[in-house]
């Protein structure tokens, strides 16, 4: 799959000469179309076949540099061609906006450092902040931070989200903020599924309050806040 959403496929010599055409059925609505335009597919996942039999491929379909490479294009859709389980050709469509693909996170000496690069969106350059959002009660807090072209680089301290702590639990999300506009945070970029029980960052504490960075199901950054029960 190329920036431009076009999907080459190369094929054995034996294979080359067929001129049949390739069509893509949606895998919940059954709806076919040709694959020489991808602009008209509708989120999704489309499963590839030529000759009325599935497009059998020994291609994973992923590349790090490639997924990079696509990110830097700002768009709309996300297009991925994959490999199924059967050893088949797929395409996996989604909207997208433009957010901040997460490349370190660093949680020491009560302040949460994070890096990372505008993904889907174009290249900005200032000064910003790194917001955290709680999802239920106390105001946000945030952090200095910047951009430079594609990467961002920001931190926040942990203990003004910490006094504002009065449930056992709090969790709050993070954004790179320029301009009034919030970037989610989130690390997608990768081959890594279910990050949110895979990943683990360092805990840090302020008191009793248990600070810890965190992978949402979404793969969206976002930091627990719980308070510990102090030892007998």
């Known amino acids: ?8 496929i190369e094929w054995p010599e ?8 390739i069509v893509l059925r949606h895998v919940e609505t059954g709806e076919e179309c040709g694959a020489t335009n991808l602009t008209a597919l509708s989120a999704g ?26 990110a830097e294009t700002p768009r709309t859709r996300e ?29 020491e ?9 505008v993904a889907y969106g174009e290249p900005i350059r200032g000064a910003a902040r790194l917001v955290a959002v709680a999802r239920r009660g106390p105001e946000p807090v945030s952090g200095p931070a910047s951009f430079q072209g594609r990467w961002f680089e920001g931190g926040v301290e942990i203990a003004p989200m910490a006094e504002t702590q009065v449930r056992r639990r709090v969790f709050w999300d993070l954004y ?21 029980t895979k990943v683990r960052f360092p805990a840090q504490r302020v008191g009793q309050v248990r600070v810890r960075p965190y992978y949402t199901e979404t793969d969206s950054l976002a930091v627990a806040l719980s308070i510990e029960e102090a030892s007998p």
């Open 109 to 117: 000496d009560g302040v949460i450092q994070v890096e990372g690069a």
């Open 176 to 196: 790179a903020e320029i301009s009034g506009t919030r970037l989610p945070l989130a690390t997608r970029l990768d081959d890594i599924t279910d990050k949110k």
């Open 79 to 107: 297009i991925r061609a994959f490999r199924t389980s059967h050893g088949t050709l797929g395409l996996r469509v989604r909207e997208v906006e433009p957010y901040v693909e997460v490349i370190r996170v660093t949680a």
């Open 1 to 8: 799959m190329g920036d431009d959403d076009r999907l080459r």
């Open 14 to 21: 034996s294979a080359a000469g067929n001129d049949a055409e």
């Open 45 to 70: 996942v489309w499963m590839a076949s030529r000759d009325g039999e599935p497009i059998v491929t020994d291609d994973p379909g992923f590349s790090l540099d490639g997924l990079w490479s696509y």
